[in-house]
């Protein structure tokens, strides 16, 4: 059990679509224990890719459980959406790109199939939050990064924001 470190943009890794995994193995369970362990100690992180982690594999995890509630992680190896539908648009952010937030439109409803660290088939149907944090995380996976969802305009802005911000503090702010 480790937290690792979490790549963030620019960092190309996070822009490499991420192979499938074939063997469920320790390597791979490892991993899994590794991207909970990251997942709960960033504050308020809700999901993970294995690629932000920089493990170009096809592996996502969440856990959207109130505060009050106890945690529910779900893992989702080689997740696929199946089924779309809907809209829905919320304000996200992400541990990969630092210190933004931005509207995202999403679909509402979704349905995605998948295998789970035991090995089962999982098909998961999911709506709002649940639903958005699927298609945030399965995008990772893709190379895709919820800043791809916004307007050039405030995508460069964003840029520009981030050039300044880590000259400031000469390095990445920790989230
Ligand atoms: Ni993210």
Same mark, same amino acid.
């Given at each position: 059990?480790? *937290?690792?470190?979490?790549?963030?943009?620019?960092?190309?890794?996070?822009?490499?679509?991420?192979?499938?995994?074939?063997?469920? /193995?320790?390597? *791979?369970?490892?991993? *899994? /224990?590794d991207m909970a362990d990251t997942m709960y100690h960033g504050p308020n992180a809700i999901g993970l890719a294995s690629n932000q982690v920089g493990e170009p594999c096809r592996?996502?995890?969440?856990?959207i459980s109130a505060k009050d509630e106890p945690s529910d992680l779900v893992v989702v190896i080689n997740p696929e959406i199946i089924e779309a539908n809907g809209q829905i648009?919320?304000?996200?952010?992400?541990?990969?790109? =630092? /210190?933004?937030r931005a509207d995202v439109k999403r679909a509402e409803?979704?349905?995605?199939?998948? =295998? /789970?660290?035991?090995?089962?088939?999982?098909?998961?149907?999911?709506?709002?939050?649940?639903? =958005?944090?699927?298609q945030h995380e399965i995008d990772h996976l893709n190379g895709i990064l919820f800043i791809d969802h916004i307007s050039k305009l405030?995508?460069?802005?964003?840029?520009?924001?981030?050039?300044?911000?880590?000259?400031?503090?000469?390095?990445a702010p920790v989230m």
């Open positions: 059990m480790a *937290i690792r470190t979490i790549l963030t943009y620019p960092d190309t890794v996070l822009r490499e679509r991420a192979e499938p995994v074939t063997n469920i /193995d320790g390597k *791979i369970q490892q991993l *899994i /224990d592996i996502i995890m969440f856990d648009v919320n304000e996200e952010g992400c541990l990969s790109v =630092i /210190d933004y409803y979704v349905t995605v199939k998948g =295998i /789970d660290r035991e090995e089962n088939p999982v098909t998961l149907k999911k709506e709002g939050l649940g639903a =958005i944090v699927l405030k995508r460069e802005l964003y840029k520009m924001r981030l050039k300044k911000l880590l000259k400031r503090k000469g390095g």
